[in-house]
T-cell receptor, first 113, second 114 residues
Framework: QQQVKQSPQSLIVQKGGISIINCAYE??????FPWYQQFPGKGPALLIA?????SEKKEGRFTISFNKSAKQFSLHIMDSQPGDSATYFC????????????FGQGTTLQVKP | DAGVTQSPTHLIKTRGQQVTLRCSPK?????VSWYQQALGQGPQFIFQ???????QRGNFPDRFSGHQFPNYSSELNVNALLLGDSALYLC?????????????FGPGTRLTVT
């Protein structure tokens, strides 16, 4: 019940295209859903986050869509650029708890020029 | 504004040895969490320290222990190293009661056990 399942495992997108990464969770107590971006040899960097009382959040080219009833959320990267090539992780936590993050398995995104 | 720093960057140890990893949190943060990231996997929560005490622990054996100092920096100790302990160890800092549990990660320490 603590798992967060992420798909696809890898994704190849042409420059200018839309990258879509999906995550699903089971624990309805989760109330904070961040996305992290990780480049090789670096630690994960917080990209964007959402709470379940909001169905969508947009920051620049990055948008999170949240479907509470389906217990799913997704990251959309609009106008994908080669510099977006990285591994993306979704995560979930319980705000009233310590904020321990449960991560998905990761999606390796390659944006071709 | 200094971000999360970790030392050392890389470390090679032999099976059975002990290792200590260090973390300094982002300026203004008081909470430190440690994660283990195996190759090709998402980070796994080890434990969290707040007010110099372990506040929560993940599914890791007692060989993994930690400490938080009055300046909020933290150490992760691993005893009796196993080959399976080879991973990237990440430290994340946050502010208790701050922007809800936004955790900022350091660059990690790459531990190789031979």
């Amino acid at each position: 019940q603590q798992q967060v399942k992420q798909s696809p495992q890898s994704l190849i997108v042409q420059k200018g295209g839309i990258s879509i990464i999906n995550c699903a969770y089971e624990n309805t107590a989760f109330d904070y859903f961040p996305w992290y971006q990780q480049f090789p040899g670096k630690g994960p960097a917080l990209l964007i986050a959402i709470r379940p009382d909001v169905s969508e959040k947009k920051e620049g080219r990055f948008t999170i869509s949240f479907n509470k009833s389906a217990k799913q959320f997704s990251l959309h990267i609009m106008d994908s650029q080669p510099g977006d090539s990285a591994t993306y992780f979704c995560a979930a936590s319980i705000e009233s708890n310590t904020g321990k993050l449960i991560f998905g398995q990761g999606t390796t995104l390659q944006v071709k020029p | 504004d200094a971000g999360v720093t970790q030392s050392p960057t890389h470390l090679i140890k032999t099976r059975g040895q002990q290792v200590t990893l260090r973390c300094s949190p982002k300026s203004g943060h008081d909470t430190v969490s440690w994660y283990q990231q195996a190759l090709g996997q998402g980070p796994q929560f080890i434990f969290q320290y707040y007010e110099e005490e372990e506040r929560q622990r993940g599914n890791f054996p007692d060989r993994f222990s930690g400490h938080q100092f009055p300046n909020y920096s933290s150490e992760l100790n691993v005893n009796a190293l196993l080959l399976g302990d080879s991973a990237l160890y990440l430290c994340a800092s946050s502010l208790a009661g701050g922007a809800p549990y936004e955790q900022y990660f350091g660059p990690g320490t790459r531990l190789t056990v031979t």
